[in-house]
C-alpha cells in the first residue's frame, strides 16, 4: 500500500492501523492470511471519513462483523478490513406501546447478546437468534434465522452509512430472502450497515424462556461443539435440508488436508486443526459435486468469502 495512504489512514482512524494483519483470529473458521490493513472504527463520523477517503483512492474495503458467516482467502486481502468499535454497541429501549416495543440498536451490538437482553425484558421475537454469534450488522446482511424466526420479520428500519451519506431505510422498501438481502446491493452495496430499528412484542417472560431453552437444547444438540466452522455451509434448498443431502451421499466425516464434513451436522464443515481456506474450498466443491450425483440438487454456500 501507497506509503501516503497508509498515513492518512493513520490519521483517520484513531486506534492504531494493524498492517498485515492475518484474519485467522477474526473468523470463527479460525482461517485466513493477512488484511493489507485492519483498522476500527470508533464511529459513524470517522467510519464517514474513512469511506469517504477510501472511495476517493480507490482502496478495495469490505467490513467484518465477528466473521461467523466468513471464510477468508489463504491469499489474505489486498486492502482495507473495517471493524466497527464501541460507538457502534448502543442499545435503546423505546416505551412500550400497544404490546410493541421498538429497540434501536448499533451495528456492532452482539447478536446474541441482544436477545439474551430482550427476552429478560419480556420482549418476544428474538428468542431464534439467542444461540447465533456474530453482530447485529452481519445478521442483517445475512437475515440471521433460526427455527422459522429471522431478522427480516423484526425489523423496523436499518441505516447505512455509505460514500453518499447515510440513509435510513424502511424495512417495507427492503426485499430480504432466504438468508440475504437481496436489495443490498441497490443501496449501495458496499455500503455500511451502522443502527437497525427492531420492533419487539410484549410477552410473558415465562413462554419466552421457555421457548428459548427448547431451542437452545435442539441447538445443543444438533451442531458440533469446539471447532472452527460458520455454521451451516450451505443453504437448505427448497423443501430439502443441504445436511441431509449430504448426509445420504455418504460424505460425513469426509476430509480435505484440515477441513472436514462434521460427523455430528453434516451441512457443518469444520477446521479440525490447521485447516486452509484451499483445503475448505476444495472440500466444498467436492461435496456439491457428489450431492449434485447423487440427487441433481446444486448446493449454493451460505458462507461468503473474502
Ligand atoms: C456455531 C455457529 C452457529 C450459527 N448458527 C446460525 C443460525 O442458526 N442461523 C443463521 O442465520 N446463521 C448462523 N450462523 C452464521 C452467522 O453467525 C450469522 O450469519 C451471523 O449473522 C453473521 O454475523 P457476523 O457479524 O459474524 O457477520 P460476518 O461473518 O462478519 O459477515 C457476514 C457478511 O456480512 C457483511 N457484514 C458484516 N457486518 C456488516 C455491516 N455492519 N454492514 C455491512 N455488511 C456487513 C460481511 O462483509 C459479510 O459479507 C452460525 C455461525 C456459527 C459459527
Not at 210 to 234: C, D, I, K, L, V
Request: proline residues 4%; hydrophobic residues 45%; glycine residues 14%.
Amino acid at each position: 500500500m501507497d506509503p501516503a495512504i497508509r498515513e492518512e489512514l493513520s490519521r483517520i482512524v484513531t486506534a492504531p492501523v494493524q498492517w498485515d494483519c492475518p484474519l485467522a483470529g477474526y473468523t470463527s473458521f479460525a482461517i485466513g492470511g493477512p488484511a493489507e490493513a485492519l483498522a476500527k472504527v470508533r464511529d459513524r463520523r470517522e467510519l464517514a471519513a474513512l469511506l469517504a477517503f477510501l472511495g476517493r483512492t480507490r482502496v478495495p474495503w469490505r467490513i467484518i462483523g465477528r466473521g461467523t458467516n466468513l471464510l477468508v482467502r489463504d491469499e489474505g486481502f489486498a486492502g482495507v478490513i473495517i471493524l466497527l468499535g464501541n460507538g457502534f454497541r448502543q442499545m435503546e429501549f423505546g416505551r412500550c406501546r400497544a404490546g410493541s416495543c421498538m429497540v434501536a440498536l448499533g451495528a456492532g451490538c452482539s447478536l446474541a447478546k441482544t436477545a439474551a437482553v430482550c427476552m429478560d425484558r419480556g420482549l418476544t421475537g428474538l428468542e431464534f437468534a439467542g444461540g447465533i454469534p456474530g453482530t447485529v450488522g452481519g445478521a442483517v446482511i445475512m437475515n440471521a434465522g433460526a427455527w422459522g424466526g429471522d431478522m427480516a420479520a423484526v425489523i423496523r428500519t436499518v441505516t447505512v452509512l455509505g460514500p453518499e451519506g447515510e440513509r435510513v431505510l424502511c424495512r417495507d422498501s427492503l426485499d430480504f430472502g432466504y438468508r440475504c438481502w437481496r436489495d443490498f446491493p441497490e443501496f449501495g452495496g458496499r455500503a455500511v450497515v451502522v443502527a437497525v430499528e427492531l420492533e419487539l412484542k410484549v410477552d410473558d417472560p415465562q413462554e419466552i424462556r421457555r421457548r428459548h431453552a427448547a431451542m437452545q437444547a435442539r441447538r445443543r444438540a444438533g451442531q458440533p461443539p469446539g471447532q472452527g466452522n460458520a455454521g451451516s455451509f450451505f443453504k437448505n434448498p427448497a423443501d430439502d435440508a443441504a445436511g441431509r443431502l449430504i448426509e445420504a451421499a455418504g460424505l460425513k466425516g469426509t476430509r480435505v488436508g484440515g477441513a472436514m464434513v462434521s460427523e455430528r451436522h453434516a451441512n457443518f464443515l469444520v477446521n479440525t486443526g490447521g485447516a486452509t481456506a484451499a483445503d475448505v474450498l476444495t472440500l466444498m466443491r467436492l461435496v456439491q459435486d457428489k450431492v449434485r450425483q447423487d440427487s441433481g440438487i446444486e448446493l449454493e454456500p451460505e458462507v461468503h468469502f473474502l
